[in-house]
C-alpha cells in the first residue's frame, strides 16, 4: 500500500511513516509507477508503526527503539529479551518519578517557608505602582 493508505491505518501521518522510514524503524519497498518510485508499504508495516506509537506513549524514545525494531523485524525480539526491555524502562520511570516526588517535595517546603500572601497567577497582569 502506499504511504497515504499506511498513514490512514496506523493512525499516523505521512510524515511519521516518512520518519519512521528515514531512522530504519519501518520498512517499505519500491513500487514504480511510470516514471516514478513509490514507496510500498505492507500490513506488517502498519502493525509496526502502531506498536512503536504504542512504545512511544509509554516513555520509549525513537533512538530506543530503532534496536529493538530490527530485533522485532528479524524475529529475535523474544520474550525474555521483551522482558529485559520492559524492566529496564519501568526502572527508568520509577527513577524518574523518584526524583519528581523529591523535586516536588522540594518546592513544597520552600513555599511552606513563604510568609502567607496572594497566590500568584502565571500570565497575570502585576498592580502597577502609580
Known amino acids: 500500500m502506499l504511504i497515504g493508505e499506511a498513514a490512514r491505518r496506523a493512525g499516523v501521518s505521512r510524515d511519521t511513516v516518512r520518519l519512521y522510514t528515514r531512522l530504519g524503524l519501518v520498512a517499505c519497498t ?6 516514478r518510485a513509490y514507496a510500498d508499504y ?32 528479524a524475529g529475535r525480539l523474544d520474550d525474555d529479551k521483551q522482558r529485559l526491555l520492559l524492566e529496564a524502562k519501568l526502572a527508568q520511570l520509577e527513577e524518574r518519578q523518584l526524583k519528581l516526588r523529591q523535586m516536588t517535595e522540594f518546592l513544597q517546603s520552600k513555599l511552606n517557608d513563604l510568609p502567607p500572601g496572594t497566590p500568584h497567577r502565571t500570565g497575570s497582569p502585576k498592580p502597577s505602582s502609580q
Open 42 to 73: 505492507d500490513d506488517d508495516a502498519v502493525e509496526l508503526i502502531k506498536n512503536i506509537k504504542v512504545a512511544q506513549s509509554i516513555g520509549f524514545s525513537l533512538s530506543e527503539l530503532v534496536p529493538i525494531a530490527a530485533a522485532y523485524v
Open 30 to 35: 519500491s513500487r514504480l509507477a511510470g516514471s
